[in-house]
């Protein structure tokens, strides 16, 4: 089995950290590189299309949010994030007004948490008039309950505390927020010590004020170890996960569990591939099925290919088929599910083609979905027919770091 290489798969990381309610892309040194990039503008919009908002009991709000914590650090989230990878680029035209218009949608029904990046194209923009919308068009009480978390994806340079600070600096802008509710920080090379330095600085922007929450993306085990022995409080690390990729549950699970460290999944419902809509799909037949004509499917089909092969994928398919049709419910909303019952799993993105399509309701419905002993044990068992991820590929982010 080769590896899956930086290659191959530096141009999907999808920044791949927490659930309740998708990769980095190459580092743009453009965007990044230097301290002083300015930040990208802002339109303002004015137009106000109010939507549907979502009513729950406190026992439902309950299930929807979870805290992740480290000391007096602590940040309340929704446990099914909505990512927003689908914004850089590859998966259609992105009209603004549209895509704030879905955000808000999206924060209506309950779903308050978005996940983005330095490098997710303009994410990072349309939260800040989002947010502002929010600001004018909501009671301060939901304001309140909107949380966006960032990542930041430097190249492996000196990590000064300038460089560190003016870098941090434009998500605050672009964002348009005076403190950051999650900060999650990547590293590519372990070979280079820096990154000990970086998170170092980011805990004195912390202790500014200019971030409230301090969490990883894509560290293993061993890194995520030695950072919290260094006093770095870190709250969570944003890791891969699905049905097929268990890697977070073999090693780093139980350092989480001593620490109290929380992940947040990434790939959970594999770019749309964990759905009905590819269930029966011969895909060596031409023209036969949906095409993978996006960086996600293109992505998370390696994934399976690393697993297992498509014929087990189709079996893998059917039995979550089998479960999700005896609780009234979708593939992916079972996929998910299935792994927000993880050890130490916080919350699980899903990723938001924002003004484009929503799966509102199916994200909802994973709520008050319970999946029962047969229901796991079934699901596991396809699961663990496929090959172990860890020995094929590495531990949790190795897949952007071997060549």
């Known amino acids: 089995m080769t590896y899956l290489s930086p290659a191959s798969l530096c141009s999907s990381f999808a920044g791949p950290a927490m659930f309740t309610c998708s990769n980095p892309g190459p580092f743009f040194s453009g965007n990044r590189a230097s301290s002083s990039s300015p930040a990208t503008g802002r339109r303002r919009i004015h137009r106000v299309l109010r939507s549907v908002r979502c009513v729950t009991t406190t026992e439902e709000k309950n299930a929807r949010v979870t805290t992740v914590k480290n000391g007096s650090d602590s940040l309340v989230i929704c446990r099914i994030l909505n990512g927003m990878w689908q914004t850089s680029g590859g998966w259609g035209r992105i009209d603004r007004i549209a895509a704030v218009e879905a955000m808000l949608s999206y924060a209506d029904a309950g779903l308050k948490t978005f996940d983005m990046a330095d490098h997710y194209g303009p994410a990072e923009d349309l939260y800040g008039i989002f947010i502002n919308r929010v600001r004018r068009e909501r009671p301060p009480e939901f304001l309140e309950e909107i949380k966006g978390l960032t990542k930041w994806v430097p190249p492996p340079v000196k990590m000064t505390n300038n460089y560190v600070r003016d870098n941090i600096n434009i998500s605050r802008k672009r964002m348009d927020v005076s403190s950051l509710d999650m900060l999650q920080f990547h590293w590519w090379d372990y070979s ?48 891969q996960h699905s049905v097929i990729d268990m890697r977070p549950q073999q090693k780093m699970a139980e350092l989480c569990r001593r620490t109290g460290v929380q992940l947040i999944t990434y790939g959970t419902v594999m770019g749309g591939l964990l759905s009905e809509k590819f269930l029966d799909v011969n895909l060596s037949i031409p023209f036969a099925g949906p095409s993978l004509n996006t960086p996600s499917l293109q992505k998370y089909k390696r994934m399976v290919d690393a697993w297992g092969d498509w014929s087990l994928f189709q079996v893998l398919l059917q039995t979550l088929k089998t479960v999700a049709s005896k609780h009234g419910v979708s593939i992916p909303s079972v996929a998910v599910r299935y792994v927000l019952s ?62």
């Open 192 to 239: 280079n010590p820096g990154y000990l330095d970086a998170l170092k600085h980011l805990t004195d922007l912390k202790e500014e004020g200019k971030i409230k929450t301090l969490a990883l993306t894509n560290f293993d085990t061993e890194r995520l170890h030695i950072i919290l022995e260094n006093g770095i409080p870190i709250v969570s690390n944003q890791v």
């Open 342 to 403: 993880q050890a130490s799993v916080a919350g699980s993105m899903i990723g938001v083609r924002l003004g484009l399509s929503d799966h509102i309701n199916d994200t909802n419905a994973i709520f008050s979905l319970d999946l029962d002993e047969e229901d796991m044990n079934s699901i596991t068992e396809v699961s663990m027919k496929g090959r172990d991820l860890l020995k094929v590929i590495g531990d949790c982010g190795d897949e952007y770091r071997r060549a």
